[in-house]
T-cell receptor, first 113, second 111 residues
Framework: DQQVKQNSPSLSVQEGRISILNCDYTNSMFDYFLWYKKYPAEGPTFLISISSIKDKNEDGRFTVFLNKSAKHLSLHIVPSQPGDSAVYFCAAETTSGTYKYIFGTGTRLKVLA | KAGVTQTPRYLIKTRGQQVTLSCSPISGHRSVSWYQQTPGQGLQFLFEYFSETQRNKGNFPGRFSGRQFSNSRSEMNVSTLELGDSALYLC??????????FGQGTRLTVV
């Protein structure tokens, strides 16, 4: 049972344009959602997070939107840069004092120069 | 500030053997979690330790075990290795906020 789903395994975007990565979840008890970026041969790096009580969080070129009614979140990268090419993982957690993340299967983003 | 350190980086083992992986969290972080990454499966949660106690466990067989020491360093052990255990094993540490910091992982190959 995949509680966090990233239905697009890959995405290609031109440099300078917007990249939109999507994530759907099934468990309404999730409190926090996070996005991680992963380069080959490295561990995931935290990118941005959003609390379930918010609908938007912005950090520089990265914005995460949360639609609780649709159980959907998205990561927008504007403008996209070649260095953004990586695998992006969406993760969710319930902050019941423990830190157990449920990850999606990832979306490979390729930004074309 | 040093990041999360995992050793070894690469490991090749034979079916039936056992293996121990090590993780040193960021100084001051008391929560350490372990994940298994395989192609097509994303990151699967194994277990989480906090102050030497296992707080959470994922859906893995009992061959997978772990422990945490008083200095927050953690080890993960897999016994009776199977070919399907070949994966990247990632350790993450957390201070108490939702964000976790990952190590570079240990690539385990079972032959």
């Amino acid at each position: 049972d995949q509680q966090v789903k990233q239905n697009s395994p890959s995405l290609s975007v031109q440099e300078g344009r917007i990249s939109i990565l999507n994530c759907d979840y099934t468990n309404s008890m999730f409190d926090y959602f996070l996005w991680y970026k992963k380069y080959p041969a490295e561990g995931p790096t935290f990118l941005i997070s959003i609390s379930s009580i918010k609908d938007k969080n912005e950090d520089g070129r990265f914005t995460v939107f949360l639609n609780k009614s649709a159980k959907h979140l998205s990561l927008h990268i504007v403008p996209s840069q070649p260095g953004d090419s990586a695998v992006y993982f969406c993760a969710a957690e319930t902050t019941s004092g423990t830190y157990k993340y449920i990850f999606g299967t990832g979306t490979r983003l390729k930004v074309l120069a | 500030k040093a990041g999360v350190t995992q050793t070894p980086r690469y490991l090749i083992k034979t079916r039936g053997q056992q293996v121990t992986l090590s993780c040193s969290p960021i100084s001051g972080h008391r929560s350490v979690s372990w994940y298994q990454q395989t192609p097509g499966q994303g990151l699967q949660f194994l277990f989480e330790y906090f102050s030497e106690t296992q707080r959470n466990k994922g859906n893995f067989p009992g061959r997978f075990s772990g422990r945490q020491f008083s200095n927050s360093r953690s080890e993960m052990n897999v016994s009776t290795l199977e070919l399907g255990d070949s994966a990247l094993y990632l350790c993450a540490s957390s201070l108490g906020s939702p964000e976790a910091f990952f190590g570079q992982g240990t690539r385990l190959t079972v032959v």
